[in-house]
């Protein structure tokens, strides 16, 4: 016999945990609705644009919804495009941007009830990374005008 839930099903609408414009973001912490996961959704038009470096104190999961992404996870670097799942673990810094071309969308799941983020935007290096992003966006040749 299953164990009753103690909690309620429950619906937040967009319009309560995003903000929209052309980079559309949102978060819901998973306390608002008595869970331990707490969802980001991130997107971008603009190749090389990402999260920075930054740690959590928990483990989480990248989705990537539409378009492609170069992630930076410890040591390793992990391209990923929609339909893949990154897994950022628990007190290992990472950040991704995206690589283009066109729109970069994910929803980033945060293993706890509260989002907690430590940047480390002085240790980051983004250059190498944002070169290696606009490198894989292929720009059609230019033509003779008559």
């Known amino acids: ?5 103690r909690i309620q099903p429950a619906k937040v609408a967009a319009a309560d945990w995003h903000t929209l414009g ?23 038009d603009t190749v090389g644009e990402g999260p920075t470096l930054h740690v959590h104190p928990y483990d989480e999961l990248f989705t990537v919804q539409q378009g492609r992404a170069r992630f930076t996870v ?3 670097t992990i391209d990923a495009e929609a339909g893949d799942v990154v ?11 995206n690589l283009g071309p ?3 969308d994910t929803l980033d799941i945060h293993l706890s009830p509260q989002w907690v983020q430590y940047n480390l935007a002085d240790a980051w290096d983004p ?20």
């Open 1 to 5: 016999m299953p164990i009753p839930s």
């Open 22 to 44: 052309p980079a559309r973001q949102g978060l819901l912490e998973g306390a608002a609705l008595g869970t331990g996961v707490t969802l980001i959704h991130y997107a971008t």
């Open 74 to 76: 410890g040591d390793d």
């Open 87 to 97: 897994l950022g673990p628990a007190n290992v810094p990472h950040g991704y941007q």
């Open 102 to 104: 066109g729109r970069l």
């Open 127 to 146: 250059s190498s990374v944002r070169l290696s992003a606009e490198s894989k966006v292929q720009t059609p040749p230019p033509t003779d005008a008559p």
